[in-house]
């Protein structure tokens, strides 16, 4: 999801739902290098982001073109679908909000020696509730 995040930013350059379109189906097809592409071409033809303004929509290119980058080798979403696996983060944020909310409520008060046991507590009674 946050790949499609960065496309969504990086899009508003050219004004268009679109590009946003087409480089989300690109994603989702493990084109990434593509995407890329697209984004190394807008980088040339716009020219780099003033470095104060974050909300010039280069600046927006520039972040996606830098975390496409990054971590192109990991996007096989294909393969990842193919595998069953999970496309989001969203699992793991749930599993600390349980875990924030029963260790960091506002009655709560740990001492540090014992806060690790409480959270491999947490962790077990979390791992354990069926889907």
């Known amino acids: 999801m946050h790949a499609l995040s960065y496309a969504w930013s990086a899009a508003a350059i050219e004004v ?13 097809q493990g084109d ?3 995407v890329i592409e697209h984004l190394a071409t807008l ?13 010039d929509p280069r600046h927006h290119v520039d972040r996606a073109l830098t975390y496409f980058r990054n971590n192109a080798a990991h996007m096989h979403y294909p ?9 989001t983060s969203v699992h793991v944020e749930s599993t600390v909000k349980h875990i924030n909310r029963r260790v960091k409520g506002t009655e709560n008060f740990w001492e540090r020696h014992c806060s690790e046991a409480i959270l491999q507590l947490c962790a077990d009674y979390l791992s354990d509730r069926p889907p």
């Open 32 to 34: 990434v290098a593509e």
């Open 43 to 55: 980088q040339h033809v716009h020219g780099p982001a003033p470095a104060d303004v974050t909300s």
């Open 79 to 87: 393969d990842y679908r193919r595998q069953g696996l999970p496309l």
């Open 16 to 28: 268009g739902a679109a590009t946003y379109q087409k480089w989300a189906q690109l994603i989702w």
